[in-house]
């Protein structure tokens, strides 16, 4: 394994951190992190893996840590023939997406920026099969990225009602996540 970069984000909606490491694996690449913050005034920890194939396709994901008292765990894999599972189970919602997109983290965003490897002005449609937070199921989100120059996308999850312009590192992390995330190193 060979780092590539890290990053540390402050939550600016809520009291909380995250910090993530991106790395080169044998065939492929892999996000590691761990989120810190309060939702519903108690105490979250999540710690997060996402792997990947060399072209940025999610293989598989995994979520484990507590909110509260309640553990947590959870296993995402996509499959060859482009079904999702959730801890083994199929999940229809999302078959035939690439992107997994973690909803507690800013991490998972570097994935779709780095898979598409937009041109300026150039825009694509990215939808991913979101796990919810917090109550951790695996739904389609629909969103869309728009490179405006070097570090800007213009960046919508409609279903959210979130329209926001991000800044985004040369590795691939977003820096600044209007309203939700800022880096801090």
């Not at 990947?52 to 060859?80: K, M, N, P, Q």
């Not at 570097?110 to 490897?117: C, G, P, T, V």
């Not at 449609?125 to 996308?153: C, K």
Request: proline share 4%; hydrophobic share 45%; charged share 25%.
């Amino acid at each position: 394994m060979r780092i590539l970069a890290s990053v540390l984000w402050r939550r600016l909606d809520l009291e909380g951190h995250d910090a993530c490491l991106l790395a080169e694996t044998e065939g492929g690449r892999s996000l590691k992190g761990q989120a810190l913050f309060v939702q519903d005034g108690k105490p979250c920890s999540l710690g997060y893996e996402v792997d990947c194939d060399a072209g940025w396709r999610t293989r598989s994901a995994r979520v484990d840590g507590f909110l509260g008292v309640e553990a947590l765990h959870y296993e995402i894999e996509r499959l060859a023939d482009g079904q999702w599972t959730l801890n083994g189970t199929r999940q229809a919602d999302v078959a035939g997406l690439v992107d997994v997109d973690l909803g507690f983290t800013p991490a998972s965003n570097l994935l779709a920026i780095r898979r598409f490897d937009l041109g300026v002005g150039k825009a694509t449609p990215a939808p991913a099969a979101y796990l919810a937070f917090p109550d951790f199921r695996l739904m389609r989100l629909d969103q869309t990225y728009r490179r405006l120059d070097a570090v800007r996308y213009a960046y919508a999850a409609p279903v959210f009602g979130y329209d926001a312009v991000l800044g985004v590192s040369a590795s691939g992390f977003v820096f600044d996540y209007p309203g939700l995330w800022r880096s801090v190193s």
